[in-house]
C-alpha cells in the first residue's frame, strides 16, 4: 500500500531552476526602488505589517512601473523548468497522490512555465497576479502562506482530505521551508544550499533533477 498520499512543492528554486526569488527577479527587472523594498521588508519582519500587506506594497512598486504581462514573462525569461519536474509530477499523479503547491512565488512563473499546472496540482497556494484586456495588473491577490505559514497551508489540506501528516511529502529548498518540512511525514531538501534546510529534512538530494525524489515517495520506484 502506498505510503504517501499527499505531495507539496515549492516553486522557486524547486520546480524552476535558475532562482532563488521570483519576486527579486521582478524587482530586478523592473529597477524598483531598493530602499523601499527593504523598508516594507524590515516592517514585515518587526511585526509592523502583515505578509499580505508587504506583497501588495511590493507589487504595487511594479504598478507604478508600468508593468505589464508580457513584462513579467519577459522577466523570467533566462529561467527554466526544473529537469525531470514534469516526469516527477506525472509519475506521482499516476501512482494515485494528490498534489499541492505551497509557495511564496507568483501564478506568472507557473503560467509560463507549466501553463497547464492546474491539471496536475488539486491545491495551489501562492500569490497571483490578474491581468486585464491590456495587459495591465488589474487585481492582486497575495498568499498569507508563506514562511511559517507554509504549514498552515498544509494542514488545512491534510484535514479536509482526511490524510495524517505522515502520509504527507514537502520538497523545497529555502529557508522558509524548515517549519513545514518539520511538519511533514517526509521532508526533501531539494537543490538546496542551506544547512539549517537539510538538518530539518529527513532527505537531502543534490543532484538537478526532480526525478531522484521518487524511490523516496513511491514504493518500488526505481530511478
Not at 520546480?15 to 526602488?33: E, G, M
Not at 514562511?147 to 504527507?168: G, V
Request: glycine share 4%; net charge negative.
Amino acid at each position: 500500500m502506498q505510503k504517501y498520499k499527499l505531495a507539496c512543492f515549492d516553486v522557486d528554486g524547486t520546480l524552476i531552476d535558475n532562482v532563488k526569488f521570483s519576486w527579486q527577479v521582478f524587482h530586478d527587472y523592473f529597477q524598483t526602488d531598493s530602499h523601499r523594498r527593504e523598508d516594507a521588508r524590515n516592517r514585515f519582519f518587526n511585526g509592523e505589517i502583515s505578509y499580505l500587506q508587504w506583497a501588495e506594497h511590493d507589487i504595487g512598486l511594479w504598478e507604478e512601473k508600468g508593468a505589464k504581462k508580457e513584462d513579467f514573462f519577459k522577466a523570467i525569461s533566462s529561467l527554466r523548468l526544473m529537469p525531470g519536474a514534469l516526469e516527477t509530477l506525472k509519475e506521482l499523479k499516476k501512482n494515485g497522490l494528490k498534489l499541492a503547491i505551497i509557495s511564496g512565488s507568483l501564478n506568472i512563473v507557473l503560467e509560463k512555465f507549466i501553463p497547464n499546472y492546474n491539471e496536475f496540482f488539486d491545491d495551489v497556494f501562492l500569490s497571483r497576479i490578474y491581468f486585464d484586456e491590456n495587459g495591465k495588473i488589474a487585481k492582486v491577490e497575495a498568499t498569507e502562506f508563506d514562511i511559517e505559514k507554509k504549514a498552515d497551508a498544509l494542514k488545512m489540506i491534510a484535514k479536509r482530505e482526511k490524510i495524517s501528516l505522515k502520509e504527507c511529502v514537502f520538497v523545497g529548498d529555502y529557508l522558509n521551508d524548515i517549519k513545514v518540512m518539520e511538519e511533514a511525514g517526509l521532508g526533501i531538501a531539494f537543490n538546496c544550499q542551506h544547512e539549517e534546510v537539510k538538518k530539518a529534512a529527513d532527505v537531502v538530494i543534490e543532484k538537478k533533477d526532480l526525478r531522484e525524489i521518487l524511490p523516496h515517495i513511491i514504493n518500488k520506484f526505481k530511478y
